[in-house]
C-alpha cells in the first residue's frame, strides 16, 4: 500500500484493499451460496468422465452444506481397499 502512496498518492488501508479484492472476487466468481449449489452437479461431472471416481456429498437437514468426499480414479482403488481393512 505504500506503493500506491509512492505511485499515484493515495494512501488506502488494508481492511478496504481486502474488502475490494473480495468484492471482485465475488463479481467474476460469484459468491459461496452459488458455488456450494454448483458442487453436486460438478462433481457428478467428473464421475461422468472417470467412471472410477467416488464422490458423496452431504447436506444437514436444514439444507446446508456439510462435507464433500472425493476420490479420482486411481485413487478411488486404494481408497476401497483402506476402507475395507478399517471397516
Known sequence: ??????????????SFTL???NIAI???YGG???S?????TFL???QLQNPETLYE?????????QYMFLA???ASGLFRRVHDQWS
Request: net charge negative.
Open 1 to 14: 500500500m505504500s506503493e500506491l502512496l509512492r505511485e499515484y498518492g493515495i494512501q488506502i488501508n488494508y
Open 19 to 21: 474488502r475490494s479484492r
Open 26 to 28: 465475488e463479481m467474476i
Open 32 to 34: 459461496y451460496d452459488k
Open 36 to 40: 456450494y449449489a454448483q458442487l453436486p
Open 44 to 46: 457428478h461431472m467428473v
Open 57 to 65: 456429498f452431504l447436506k444437514t437437514s436444514e439444507d446446508q452444506f
Open 72 to 74: 479420482l480414479g486411481p
